[in-house]
């Protein structure tokens, strides 16, 4: 599976954007699907997880509230629609695959390649 992370950007707080995460390749299909960010100095972290059939979804506390995961199995594509951002929302942003429905960044084994979002105050 390669994945095609795009739509990041610069916004000022309180801005919005809009990930995008493609899959090519291999079929996705089952593959849940997750958002990670990473911060200069800082662990990776899960951000939002949705279940190939959407019906388990995870969400990191500092988010919630502020960004919607959703996918669209039929275009093999997953999205990340990301509100009222703030400066602490400042990061590499990478999507990720996985067979299993999982939090942990090390549990994936499939990796775009990120994509960076700036959000300025």
């Known amino acids: 599976v390669q994945l095609q992370a795009s739509g990041g950007g610069l916004v ?3 801005g919005s954007l ?3 995460c ?4 291999r079929t996705f299909t089952g593959y849940a699907t997750g958002w990670f960010r990473q911060a200069p100095g800082k662990e990776r972290e899960a951000v939002a997880v949705i279940a190939w059939s959407g019906g388990s ?10 960004f919607t995961i959703s996918r ?3 275009k093999n594509t997953v999205y990340l629609q990301m509100n009222s951002l703030k400066p602490e929302d400042t990061a590499v942003y990478y999507c990720a695959a996985n067979q299993y429905y999982r939090v ?9 390649q990120g ?3 700036t959000v300025s105050s």
Do not use: P
């Open 12 to 14: 000022q707080a309180g």
């Open 18 to 20: 809009r990930l995008s």
């Open 22 to 25: 493609t899959a090519s390749g």
């Open 57 to 66: 979804i995870y969400y990191a506390d500092s988010v919630k509230g502020r």
């Open 72 to 74: 669209d199995n039929a």
């Open 104 to 112: 942990s960044a090390n549990e994936y084994d499939y990796w775009g």
């Open 115 to 117: 994509t960076q979002v």
